[in-house]
């Protein structure tokens, strides 16, 4: 049976995952793993219903000490279709300690499962940082900050979300607003940093754009070692890095005038943990 309204399709796919999400968490409950959920399905949940936020993967971030234990109880009791995304702490996304985050986040009640999910000004900042760990490809990704904004709760901490990070990051999320105020409309007449979030460096909107223009995504080389045109654009797409990118893998600031010493730090930070999987794929070939 064909359902012919998105609305309706999409609110059909929201409760799918909704219940393999309570599933999953049931199984960490009763195991004693503290969980939380966070991007895809939590930053949906800020999305009206006339534009669903799709997504592919359940995101569960667990801490450090817990990680092999989470991993064996998927590995031995998760159905493939759930789709999750085991993720040791929130590494380079938030510099806040994960316990910090875990105290005082939300709980969700899904199919009667308690479901951690970082509170609104947590969870802004992850977002904002990943959005920019792309490099700001994802034009369409930039609704994930709009929607946190525009639909916050009326409780929303600025202090909190801003404040417990580094200036450096501070300057990061505010910025990420700012392209959403520029590019997506998002009113911020009312934030205590409206203007400042308006000084956008130049480099930085140069950049977007150029990503917005291009055809190219960047993906993993493993994956177009079939093709020796996908692999010249990947490769192509990597020399030089990405400036926003490349920043943030290096913890640098927007303001600093020159991009080449975050970039070069980036080649040399991603090319170690790059050369096993090419070389695991080459192999895999044979």
Sequence with gaps: MMIEDPARWNLLIRRSYEVDISRAFHLFNVHE??????????A???YPSAHARTFFDLDISVPARLYQRALELLGSN????????LHCEFRHLDTVPWQ???DRCEVLDLEGVAVRV????DHLRIMAVHWLTDGGQYKERLYDIYY???NRPASFDWEMCLDSVSKTRRKWIITTIGLAQR???????DLPFKSEAKQIPAWIIKCVQSEWASDVRLRPLQTALRSPKQLFQQIRKRIPPNPIQATIDMEGSFD????????LGSIAKRIGPSIPRVTRSLLHRR
């Design 183 to 189: 590019y997506l409309d998002l009113d911020i007449s």
């Design 118 to 121: 970082p509170r609104a000004e």
């Design 33 to 42: 793993v503290a969980a939380m959920m966070f991007k895809g399905f939590v």
């Design 148 to 150: 946190a904004v525009q």
């Design 44 to 46: 949906a949940r800020s």
């Design 100 to 102: 910090t985050i875990y």
């Design 78 to 85: 998760t159905p493939s279709r759930w789709g999750i995304d």
């Design 256 to 263: 600093d005038r020159s991009r080449v010493y975050y970039q």
